[in-house]
């Protein structure tokens, strides 16, 4: 996880589709790790996709983490009808 923030803030031209396959990674292991990683891609100025927000979705219901399942949802939703 080091090596990632380091990497992203090293180089800011890190692709977004990379940055978002490792929170997708992330998410089944370590819940939080994952949404800490969605944080720091949000704070580099990268979109995070609807596909990694379903995904932390269903991660976080499973983690019983509703407040956050629920938001993540409906950011996925929007960014799928966007």
């Known amino acids: 996880m080091e090596l990632v923030k380091e ?3 090293a180089h800011g031209a890190m692709q977004a ?3 978002n396959s490792v929170v ?3 998410a089944p ?6 949404l800490r990683m969605r944080s720091l891609v949000r704070t580099l100025g990268l979109p ?3 596909d990694t927000d379903a995904v932390l979705a269903g ?4 983690a019983g983490l509703s407040a956050e399942a629920a938001a993540l949802y ?9």
């Not at 409906?74 to 966007?82: F, I, K, L, T």
């Open 74 to 82: 409906w950011c996925a939703a929007r960014c799928a009808c966007a």
């Open 7 to 9: 990497r992203a803030r």
């Open 17 to 19: 589709d990379a940055l």
């Open 48 to 50: 995070v996709f609807a």
């Open 29 to 34: 292991a370590s819940i939080l790790r994952a």
């Open 59 to 62: 991660a976080a219901a499973r």
């Open 24 to 26: 997708r990674a992330l």
